[in-house]
């Protein structure tokens, strides 16, 4: 059963600009993770939020997490040509970790 | 260097013949997982392993098989390889499953089955 869903799937953006990409989930969650992945490699983790936390600040990356609307968002500003990549969600509740399926962000020179 | 490797990083193989896709971390992590990735799909889990010796399914376990002989590695077995098996797998690692670690992802092994 999927849990997180990434919303946009796809996003193009102006170098400076700023991205937003969220993630819906249906269960209860212990925490939920961003991870970053470039073409074809592995995943890099980006930002970890537990369940009692509601934003999280990591360099240009700030998270929100609001758990009435089962949800987060992932936000990256000033953007720049290496942040062309694909973000994914991952909740962890009691007993799985779930990825949802990616937003592909592209930056524009 | 801390890392997950991952062996083969590619392998093209036929219906049926027995493979094993290796995976080692070197971090002393207790929690270790496979993930394989599908277009339209994102990534989804194919076993796990809390310890040596636990090992529990994933959402797709089907077709798969693991062991935790030792912690730091997790071998990921298929006995008969099917074509609907061709995709990219994950490896990954965290030091502890619950309250949660991040995950230190392997590079990855695309493998194709004809």
């Known amino acids: 059963s999927q849990q997180g869903e990434e919303d946009p799937q796809a996003l193009s953006i102006q170098e400076g600009e700023n991205a937003t990409m969220n993630c819906s989930y249906k269960?209860?969650?212990?925490?939920l993770q961003w991870y970053r992945q470039n073409s074809g490699r592995g995943l890099v983790h980006l930002i970890l939020i537990r369940s009692n936390e509601r934003e999280k600040h990591s360099g240009r990356l700030r998270v929100t997490l609001d758990t009435s609307k089962k949800s987060s968002s992932l936000l990256i500003t000033a953007s720049r040509a290496a942040d062309t990549a694909s973000y994914f969600c991952?909740?962890?509740?009691?007993?799985?970790?779930?990825f949802g399926k990616g937003t592909r962000l592209h930056i524009l020179p | 260097e801390a890392q997950v490797t991952q062996n083969p990083r590619y392998l093209i193989t036929v219906t049926g013949k027995k493979l094993t896709v290796t995976c080692s971390q070197n971090m002393n992590h207790e929690y270790m997982s496979w993930y394989r990735q599908d277009p339209g799909l994102g990534l989804r889990q194919i076993y796990y392993s809390m310890n040596v010796e636990v090992t529990d399914k994933g959402d797709v376990p089907e077709g798969y098989k693991v062991s935790r002989k030792e912690k730091r590695n997790f071998p990921l077995i298929l006995e008969s390889p099917s074509p609907n098996q061709t995709s990219l797998y994950f490896c990954a690692s965290s030091p502890f499953r619950w309250g949660t670690d991040t995950q230190y992802f392997g590079p990855g092994t695309r493998l194709t089955v004809l």
């Open positions: 991952a909740t962890e509740g009691d007993d799985k970790i779930i």
């Open positions: 269960t209860s969650i212990n925490n």
